[in-house]
């Protein structure tokens, strides 16, 4: 999917009709998707609405209720003990009914207040046994001023009569004791009152602002998702469009490449490798020998429209029912060529190959071949075989997904090659085999992978091409990978001389144009000398010496083996 995405927007640069389709696109989606964003932000702004409405009206009813105790504590500094307002009974009462008052706590009598009290006490009996009514005693120092004050079901109280007697019962210095209570019961509670404005002021802008925070993260995640939104309604787009050309498939939940879409890429690789190619080579690459013999079939590639036999499909449309020509309709005069193509297409998986890109450019190379072995005989047998310790046989799509491996036993691919090719009836057979190192490992006798011994795996891969030598017709290719070690292009030389064959050591960049070129049978010759090998034994020149003068031998280094 990222692949396609990328070519969407590559082509998209290059089309401006796609550009504006795609930004049309996009812009419904946005659209679609900022209707969401609207209706959550204008949520919050509704609830961050109500909330300072709530807020206006609680502080407009604490500036009530503070406005209302500066009113009661101004009339409280000016009280008239005769006359109290009915606002301040109940102040009054909770200052009187106090019980660290000092009028509410008796005092201690001396010795002379306790003489008082028993002369007191002797007159009343004397009163009483004369009989004469008790005078009302005046109130002694240890008597409470308040003896009035009575437990009843909410607790202390007292009536508006007895607030009057019990004011009316303080000393001077106690009522100013009182007023200053009461000043202090009003002032607290005007505190209290500020600090409670205050308290829910603050709450009410904590809330406001965890609110506003809350709506700009809830906007963000909803702009975040309209983008997700706006991506994932592209992408399923493009899966739709992918799925309908038969391009992806869903497998086990996963999207999953077809044969189509491998096939489709291994044409466009095609067409880029054969730019590189030259003209002449151009032309033949898609040509074919003429027989001259044609037959009536059906439309199985584009390239087959120009021969069209265009009453039979007619017909053959009408009797489906369908007022236009299509794939299912469509007849072609096909030419019968006598000639039948095997081909076996191995390439090395192993680790090294994971080093750069020739993992990769050996599978787009193979890719281009398979089309173009495809479109010039369309009825060959491919085979794609990939090999590391063991080989197995891949079709398009398992060659683009192939991972590499361990080893290269190429010995093994030799022999699959062998097993493939000795059983085809066909007249033309071909193997070309891509690595890019040594023969590293071997299959033994009893069928295990053994490897490290590399002697003993190139003795089994010769082994091997001997045996495939005897297939008879058969053209081999070798292309190597270039390499740091001179010892993998003698390697490889020597297996594609055992099979009569022919090898070229390229970059991985032109792999695709290496193989196209052998398989329309042209060759390219690069001249390049190399230098005899040293008997086995002798001591090699010193650094600086001088070559000996004589004739010297040029050998050409054909790329064709």
């Known amino acids: ?35 969401k964003v609207q209706r959550i932000v204008g949520e919050y702004d509704r609830r961050v609405g109500e909330l300072e409405t709530v807020r206006r009206q609680t502080e407009a009813e604490l500036a009530v209720e503070l406005a209302n105790a500066e009113e009661r504590r101004r009339r409280a500094k000016g009280l008239d003990w005769s006359k109290i307002d009915d606002g301040l009974v109940d102040d009054v009462s909770s200052a009187l009914l106090l019980p660290d008052a000092p009028w509410m706590q008796p005092e201690r009598p001396g010795i002379l207040d306790r003489l008082r009290a028993l002369v007191a006490r002797l007159v009343a009996f004397l009163r009483r046994l004369f009989g004469r009514p008790a005078k009302a005693a005046p109130r002694g120092r240890g008597e409470r001023s308040v003896v009035f004050a009575r437990l009843g079901q909410g607790g202390r109280s007292i009536g508006s009569s007895e607030l009057g007697d019990a004011i009316a019962r303080l000393t001077p210095r106690e009522r100013e004791e009182l007023s200053e209570r009461v000043d202090k019961t009003l002032s607290a509670r005007e505190r209290d009152l500020r600090r409670e404005a205050e308290a829910k002021r ?42 309908e050309r038969g391009f992806v498939a869903e497998k ?27 003209a002449d080579v151009r032309l033949s690459l898609f040509g074919g020998a003429s027989t001259g013999m044609y037959e009536k079939a059906r439309l199985r590639q584009s390239e087959e429209i120009a021969h069209l036999d265009l009453p039979s499909s007619i017909l053959a449309a009408r009797q489906a029912g369908l007022r236009h020509i299509d794939e299912s309709t469509s007849f072609v005069y096909r030419e019968v060529t006598s000639e039948r193509v095997h081909v076996v297409l191995a390439f090395d998986r192993s680790g090294s190959m994971a080093e750069g890109d020739k993992l990769p450019a050996a599978k787009k190379a193979l890719l281009a071949l398979y089309v173009a072995v495809r479109k010039r005989h369309p009825d060959a047998t ?52 891509v690595t890019d190192g040594l023969p590293e490992a071997y299959t033994d006798a009893e069928g295990s992978v053994r490897s490290g011994n590399l002697p003993a795996a190139m003795e089994a891969a010769l082994a091997r091409a001997r045996e495939l030598a005897t297939v008879r017709p058969l053209k081999f290719s070798l292309v190597l990978i270039r390499s740091e070690h001179p010892e993998y ?32 049978g042209r060759t390219e010759t ?25 004739k010297r031998r040029k050998v050409d280094r054909r790329m064709g083996g």
């Open 1 to 35: 999917m990222d692949a396609a995405k990328a070519l969407i927007a590559d082509q998209a640069r290059k089309d401006s009709s796609l550009a504006a389709r795609i930004a049309e696109l996009r812009e419904r989606l946005k659209r679609q998707a900022s209707r």
């Open 202 to 243: 603050k709450d009410a802008d904590q809330q406001r602002r965890s609110l506003e925070a809350e709506r700009d993260e809830a906007r963000r995640k909803a702009e975040e998702e309209a983008k997700n939104r706006v991506r994932d309604a592209e992408s399923r787009r493009v899966e739709r469009e992918l799925k």
């Open 252 to 278: 086990d939940g996963t999207l999953a490449v077809t044969y189509g879409l491998v096939e489709r890429f291994a044409r466009l690789v095609l067409e880029e490798e054969t730019r590189e190619l030259p």
């Open 382 to 433: 491919i085979d794609v075989v990939a090999f590391d310790n063991r080989v197995d046989l891949l079709d398009l799509v398992e060659l683009w997904e192939c991972q590499p491996g361990a080893f290269t036993n190429t010995a093994e691919a030799l022999r699959t090659a062998f097993l493939l090719l000795r059983a085809s009836r066909a007249s033309r057979r071909e193997v070309y085999l």
């Open 489 to 520: 292009e003698v390697a490889a030389r020597e297996i594609a001389r055992t099979l009569e064959g022919t090898m070229v050591v390229t970059d991985p960049n032109r792999l695709g144009v290496e193989l196209l070129v052998r398989w329309i």
């Open 526 to 550: 690069v001249r390049q000398p190399v230098a005899a090998p040293l008997p086995t034994g002798a001591p090699a020149p010193a650094p600086g010496a001088s070559k000996p003068r004589g």
